[in-house]
């Protein structure tokens, strides 16, 4: 079954520490992956996508990496800052039933307190 | 202001009532879909349009129905709700329907907030 499984659920940091969030998936075969980030009362926007030829893949102070071999990708923070209070979302493109399928993982909720 | 618009933000129903939710995409995409989230839960997709026909129906309750009468407006018509139906309820648009060529970037509203009392 294909599926997307997030850790932790929930995160709580101090403002400029920096935090690691974890997307486990089964899905297969793989197309892609996303990181979504969603405030509050907002939709999600994506941040990154990774390919399976790419292990590392950087934003600003968001740096994302995959390994397609354990099916295991991380979304890290560097130096956070308020305003990284939000739901990260992993959302992982397959191919399911004959579709290309996107199956989202729950979220991991960050907030970060001054 | 994002491209995707979703109108009414917030809306409290009780179970006998109609209502309808409404977005409008300007990205000029040719896919659009709706999605439902709830806490502490993946977002559940339920519609799919793309260039105006309906191409996915995840078992979705009838008391929900969609209507696209082109490719840059998409309504979800509500009647006789459960409780269980309060949720935020999200737009989303995409360059095309899980084309091979294509990334999937899904480009969401800010959702509907549904209520059902």
């Known amino acids: 079954k294909n599926q997307v499984e997030q850790s932790p659920q929930s995160l709580i940091i101090l403002e400029g520490k920096n935090c690691t969030l974890q997307?486990?998936?089964?899905?297969?075969?793989?197309?892609?992956l996303r990181w979504y980030k969603q405030d509050t009362g907002r939709g999600p926007v994506s941040l990154t996508i990774?390919?399976?030829?790419?292990n590392t893949k950087s934003n600003g102070r968001y740096t994302a990496t995959l390994d397609a071999d354990t099916k295991q990708s991380s979304l890290h923070i560097t130096a956070s800052q308020l305003s990284d209070s939000a739901s990260y979302i992993c959302?992982?493109?397959?191919?399911?039933?004959?579709?290309?399928?996107?199956?989202f993982g729950a979220g991991t909720r960050l907030a970060v307190h001054p | 202001e994002t491209g995707v618009t979703q109108t009414p933000r917030h809306l409290v129903m009780g179970m006998t009532n109609k209502k309808s939710l409404k977005c409008e995409q300007h990205?000029?995409?040719?896919?659009m879909y709706w999605y439902k989230q709830s806490a502490k839960k993946p977002l559940e997709l339920m519609f799919v349009?793309?260039?105006?026909?309906?191409?996915e129906n995840n078992s979705v309750p009838s008391r929900f129905s969609p209507e696209c009468p082109n490719s840059s407006h998409l309504f979800l018509h509500l009647h006789t709700l459960q409780p269980e139906d309060s949720a935020l309820y999200l737009c989303a648009s995409s360059q095309d329907y899980m084309a091979s060529g294509s990334t999937g970037e899904l480009f969401f509203g800010e959702g509907s907030r549904l209520t059902v009392l």
């Open positions: 349009y793309s260039l105006e026909e309906r191409v």
């Open positions: 990774m390919t399976f030829s790419e």
């Open positions: 997307c486990n998936y089964t899905v297969s075969p793989f197309s892609n």
């Open positions: 990205l000029g995409h040719n896919a």
């Open positions: 959302v992982v493109r397959g191919f399911s039933g004959g579709y290309n399928k996107l199956i």
